[in-house]
């Protein structure tokens, strides 16, 4: 297709009343809040010119995020004198500014989330009344310091050290090899003045693992940043997206801070300078504080699939008025969205961004009540697993469909005030900060492997898949309110699996169930066969399973997603929304099990006749959905006036 032929008025939505319907289903328990941000934020507050210069964008950017701070947005679910925390409040305020430019969604989300989460999370009561309530309101702007030039993902390695000084009652910050240079930073080129740095805590000789201190390096006079002595700031220049972020670098020469800049909720210097903890162990105390700073990669994964959603709105609503091509029934030319496989390009990502929704419901919700509930470690534990899972799919999902979505909007799509061009450019990066996506998924699946040795050791082969089966089905970060649903559907399915047909709701878990418990059966004997070589063999042998751990990870997180869609469904009231998420969900299984086709039927969970009629299905359910685009690209909630998007202007 080219771009020479001409536009169409809007098509109208089928059901005028259906868009809303489904956005209130779609928000779940958090709608009145997500709506208290559509009716109080504006266009010209969240959407940024794309053809500004970096130094411009950077300007904007910061103007933005101190014009909202006056507005509430920095404050919203923190730990403040007369506010108690709210982990939800957080998470819905940053997908709220994710709706519009992600350079200020990520501005906002270092000064709030990264750099006063740090202090809510690892600080104690006295220092979060000391700097939180300057940092909320954008006053304090700061920087959360924690990836080195030599270390990411590896926290507990990081260079950087934190060397107390009983004489001066100091804590001496040093970046003591170039590795140790922290980068990547935001806030760090420009804006920040403080930074929550993380390095290797020494007191009395020994070192306590990795701590995080507040430390002062920039002074601002008359406008101008100016380094304070032992601290030198630099400027990462222009990235391949997130022009309006001064992402810098940082290090530091032995800087002197007080003791009591040392954030100490989980580990801390006494007055008679020995180091006091009331976690005894090194690697609990180590991941109970990186445990506290979740939050933030539960931020960017929705932060991620917001960005989705921009995307399938902008180029579902192009692909409703742009026509292309006379129609062989001579009545005019064919709307875009007519074709097949523009359908197939843009339906099931639509699908997919409404089961990413209700998954993030819940995983909200798991945050909550983790912070309500206290760190008990099983809780915790499902929390980062999901956290991680979610983000690397969501993350996933954002980079790929934003680049669909431009290529369904052909030229146009390329055009910069269209909107696409900068948002691909910006959701790039989500897949790897805030956790590489690799990395992430490889923590999912050994997160798996644990919970299955522990729990398996010494059974027989049918024991162990007995109780696989049941693992699958009831781990504790899947709790949600829609399990027992689908637990019915699953027992229900087992019983007709032969008769059953591909859009049996029963089938459809039961082929992600079983997925996931052979391909973590599987990997767990190959683990095992590796962890009994000898030493100096093992590495090779572990490293020839990363393959079979990526697959575990992505197939138990779709396995997640479906049980929220299906709770998602359970609690719809209204029931045109719910046949319509009904059909959704449909779309999303079928295009998942059509993507992996060749496993089932490889491992005989599936006849090439039922293999070959996914396509089939997918088409169908495509052209049956293909009416009510309108009102679905309206249910993921973005406004159409915050889209922002010159060739959507009627």
Known sequence: ???????????????????????????????????????????????????????????????????????????????????????????????????????????????????????EGLGTDEQIARWLPDIVKAKHLGCFAMTEMGH????????????????TDEIIVDSPTPSATKTYIGNAALHGTSAAVFGQLWVDGTCQGVHCVVVPFRKVTKGKGVDLPGCTSGDNGHKGGLLGVDNGTLRFDHVRVPRANLLSRYGGIGDDGSYVSEIASSGKRFFTMLGTLVRGRVCVGAGAAIAGRRALSIATRYALRRRQFPS????????????????????????????????NNDLIELLAKSRTEGFDDDLQRSLESRAAGLKAAQSRFANDIVQVSREACGGAGFISENQLTLLRSDVDIFATFEGDNTVLMQLVARGLLTGYRETWTGLDRRETVTKTADMVARMVLERTAGRGAVDALVARARRVSNEAGVLDRGWQVLMFDERERHVLESLARRYQQAMRLPKGSRFAAVNDLQDHMLTLARVHTDRLVLGSFVAGIEACEDQAAKRMLNTLCDLYVIDNLEADRAWFTDHSFMTQARSKSLTRTLNHLCGELRP?????????????????????DD
Do not use: C
């Not at 590896?154 to 260079?159: C, G, K, L």
């Open 1 to 119: 297709m080219t771009d020479t032929a001409t536009r169409s008025e809007p098509t109208a939505a089928a059901d005028p009343r259906l868009g809303e319907a489904l956005k209130v289903a779609l928000d779940g328990q958090y709608h009145v809040t997500r709506q208290k941000a559509r009716d109080t934020l504006t266009k010209d507050e969240i959407i940024r010119d794309p053809s500004l210069s970096m130094d411009e964008a950077r300007a904007w950017t910061l103007k933005a995020l101190k014009h909202l701070s006056t507005k509430g947005y920095g404050n919203r679910g923190f730990t403040l004198p007369d506010q108690a925390s709210d982990p939800a409040a957080v998470v819905t305020g940053f997908e709220a500014l994710a709706h519009g430019d992600l350079s200020l969604v990520i501005k906002a989300g270092v000064q709030y989330g990264l750099w006063g989460g740090a202090i």
């Open 152 to 167: 990411g993902s590896d926290v507990a390695n990081i260079e950087t050290t934190l060397t107390y000084d009983p004489e």
């Open 328 to 359: 062989p029934d001579g009545d005019g030319e064919v709307v875009l969205l007519d074709y097949l496989w523009h359908q197939r390009r843009l339906l099931p990502g639509i699908a997919k961004a409404y089961a990413f929704g209700f998954a």
């Open 628 to 648: 009510d685009a309108l009102a679905l690209v309206e249910g993921l909630g973005i406004p159409a006036e915050w889209l922002g998007s010159k060739m959507l």
